[in-house]
Nanobody, 121 residues
């Protein structure tokens, strides 16, 4: 069953901007944290940014000042606004969430299927 879906990937020129969206299934009871990860070809998947249900945010140094993570109140929709994109930002970007599927469930971790972002002239 799909719980998280990424959208908004595509091809962009260096210096350009792109917005990624992570959409969670409406039936999910609660979301405590949503993270964006990325994986370039031949490289390990790395954390890019995350946001909590209290709107605390974290960014890795490589994207500080260029990327912004935000979300609605429940974090069922989370965005990653990417500016001043560089070729080294090229990767598959994945949404990751700590989700309570139902009120009686504990929180568990889930992945989306990824969205390709290519930064190239």
């Amino acid at each position: 069953q799909v719980h998280l879906v990424e959208s908004g990937g595509g091809l962009v020129q260096p210096g350009g901007s792109l917005r990624l969206t992570c959409t969670a299934s409406p039936a999910i009871f609660a979301i405590s944290r949503v993270s964006w990860y990325r994986q370039a070809p031949g490289k390990q998947r790395e954390l890019v940014a995350n946001i909590t249900n209290r709107d605390s945010t974290f960014y890795i140094n490589d994207v500080k000042g260029r990327f912004t993570i935000s979300g609605d109140t429940t974090k069922h929709t989370v965005w990653l606004d990417m500016n001043s994109l560089k070729p080294e930002d090229t990767a598959v970007y994945y949404c990751n969430g700590d989700l309570r599927l139902r009120e009686t469930d504990p929180s568990a971790n889930y992945w989306g299927q990824g969205a390709q972002v290519t930064v190239s002239s």
